[in-house]
């Protein structure tokens, strides 16, 4: 193939195309195409990747506040769940059930752990709290609150079927407010400074407090004893008996009925006692035990 071109002298020049030519011209415009290609689709592909990398960090943030967030509420629930359990021991020691094994309460019942979900530890940080750690808090949680609920469900049977021991068992503290000074157990005797068990609870409050008795029974005895001053004791049945000491006022007597919030005394400082408290003792068959673990309803008035 023959070209004919004009030069600027007017001349006329020849240039003849050969096939050879022709193939070598496209595959350089072939070759220069695909550059071109190669940079443009490159260029792309980084902007594209820059934008898929942004979006990434931000669903990787969010997912760190959603994961902050759960394991808060995780923390939430734990402690909301030992309050339960702590009420759990107490109104089984109320209802005269037996107390769960604290090892079946760590482990809970049932449940599975997923492994899957350490396929989504990748996601977040290594230093971050990690997806399968919060999903095995999660099914420990469950497992753990379905113990308490079958508990609950055992501990409203027994209520429902023992109305009147659940009257006569003491339940509520003694006087509104105080301060508890001395508890159950061995403690240095404040006038003899030696080491003696102490039967009951000291409650520090002003004179004149109410003092309430804490569940339904009988007034046994309300007279002046030695060491615990004016002293009223009440039996409930069921082997259950209080006794309440170093009042200023009594305002029962013996054989009178009284039921869960009655007003029987003020708070004083009668018999050995170097403060206005109240002393508070409840035994059990005749043997005296802790009355935190009766403190269960708080106050009925």
Do not use: C, W
């Not at 990434?56 to 734990?78: A, F, S």
């Not at 899957?116 to 099914?139: G, N, Q």
């Not at 469900?153 to 003491?170: C, D, G, R, V, W």
Request: charged share 25%; proline share 3%.
């Amino acid at each position: 193939m023959k070209l004919l071109f004009l030069t600027d002298d007017s001349g006329i020049k020849e240039f003849t195309l050969t096939k050879r030519k022709i193939i070598a011209g496209l595959l350089v415009l072939l070759v220069l195409g695909a550059g071109f290609s190669y940079l443009a689709i490159d260029m792309l592909t980084k902007k594209m990747y820059q934008v898929k990398i942004t979006h990434m960090k931000e669903n990787n943030e969010r997912l760190i506040g959603l994961l902050d967030n759960l394991q808060t509420t995780v923390q939430t629930m734990e402690q909301e769940l030992n309050q339960l359990q702590s009420k759990d021991e107490a109104i089984r020691t109320y209802a005269d059930l037996p107390a769960i094994d604290s090892d079946i309460r760590k482990l809970g019942i049932g449940g599975t752990r997923y492994d899957k979900t350490m396929e989504l530890d990748y996601l977040v940080p290594a230093e971050e709290s990690k997806v399968s750690d919060l999903v095995i808090d999660v099914e420990r949680l469950s497992r753990m609150l379905k113990l308490e609920r079958l508990s609950y469900e055992k501990l409203y049977e027994t209520f429902k079927h023992n109305t009147a021991k659940i009257e006569s068992t003491p339940s509520i503290r003694p006087i509104k407010g105080g301060y508890f000074t001395d508890g159950f157990g061995y403690r240095r005797d404040p006038f003899t400074h030696e080491r003696r068990f102490h039967y009951g609870l000291d409650i520090s409050s002003r004179r004149g407090t109410p003092i309430y008795t804490t569940a339904n029974g009988t007034v046994k005895y309300a007279k002046r004893r030695n060491g615990y001053g004016l002293v009223v004791s009440i039996d409930h049945g069921f082997g259950y008996e209080t006794l309440y000491a170093h009042m200023s006022k009594m305002h029962v007597r013996p054989g009178q009925k009284v039921q869960r919030g009655d007003v029987i005394g003020e708070v004083g400082n009668t018999g050995r006692s170097t403060a206005a408290h109240l002393h508070y003792e409840i035994l059990v068959d005749g043997s005296p035990v802790n009355p935190v673990n009766y403190f269960f309803s708080g106050y009925l008035n």
